[in-house]
């Protein structure tokens, strides 16, 4: 299994960018897909998950408004579109999957933003801010 990060670079405050992940390997139909980031000096913190029920996003609050998750089945890809940056964003952002339950309701995706114990993790694409 292989996901590969691209998308990230340099960007100035208020600026976009949109982040994508390909992934090998992978049963995607069978893993929910996130979003984490590990600022420099700081542990790492997950940004958002998306929902394989209704492709509902789910996002911890600092990037709530800003960040948008989205994937595409068919190519089995996963996104993050970066609005209105800022310095705080900077970071190397990571794409991850971990494998859904058999039986489970929206609720668990928020869970998941709460946890880090993923099953694949890409090598991460660094995203700066400057201000």
């Known amino acids: 299994v292989q996901l590969v990060e691209s998308g990230g670079g340099l960007v100035q405050t208020g600026g976009s960018l949109k982040l994508s992940c390909t992934t090998s390997?992978?049963?995607?139909?069978?893993?929910?897909m996130a979003w984490f980031r590990r600022a420099p000096g700081k542990g790492r913190e997950a940004v958002a998950i998306i929902s394989n029920l209704d492709g509902s996003g789910y996002y911890r609050e600092p990037v709530k408004g800003r960040f948008t998750i989205s994937k595409d089945n068919a190519k089995k890809m996963v996104y993050l579109q970066m609005d209105n940056l800022k310095p705080q964003d900077t970071a190397t952002y990571h794409c991850s999957a971990i494998r859904i339950p058999g039986a489970h309701g929206n609720s668990w995706y928020r869970l998941q933003l709460l946890r880090d114990k993923y099953d694949y993790w890409g090598q991460g694409t660094q995203v700066t801010v400057s201000s």
């Open positions: 390997g992978l049963a995607f139909e069978d893993y929910a």
